[in-house]
């Protein structure tokens, strides 16, 4: 028991002594662009999310109805209801590399409607026909 209890506190030590040791030679650190280094390209904006403006219309419905944007992925971005006699309108941001979303119309019921819809130039039309 006791060249157990030695041969641990000898392998202790040691461990200590070389994980306090300094390295023999430190890295030196690759050299770094500046801001006055990098170079932009000319129409970059740094622009992350775009402001989309939406309108959504169900002419013929008879109930006001619930209906959901979401993005591509499956992402809810905005809920809403469209009414009988007005459309839904919003405003979301997107961001900026999502040029389409999904639009589920009357969600969780049996005859909900799913489509995907491109955004052109910050606006949003769609007609639910029924």
């Known amino acids: ?15 200590a002594t070389f994980a306090c040791a300094p390295d ?11 801001l006055r280094t990098v170079s932009i390209p000319d129409g970059f904006t740094f622009q992350t999310s775009q402001a989309v403006t ?12 619930p209906v959901v944007i979401m993005t591509v992925s499956g992402d809810v971005i905005v809920r809403g209801a469209i009414s009988p006699h007005e459309p839904f309108v919003t405003r979301f941001a997107l961001p900026t590399k999502d ?32």
């Not at 939406?54 to 109805?65: K, Q, R």
């Not at 389409?100 to 995907?116: H, N, T």
């Open 24 to 34: 023999a030679q430190p890295e030196q650190p690759a050299a770094q662009d500046t």
């Open 1 to 15: 028991m006791k060249t157990l209890m030695t041969r641990l506190l000898a392998a202790q030590l040691g461990f």
């Open 54 to 65: 939406a309108e959504l219309s169900a002419p013929g419905i008879d109930v006001t109805t």
């Open 99 to 130: 040029q389409q979303v999904r639009i589920v119309f009357a969600p969780g019921r049996a005859e909900q409607d799913l489509v995907f819809a491109t955004v052109h130039a910050g606006r949003l039309v769609h007609s639910f026909n029924q």
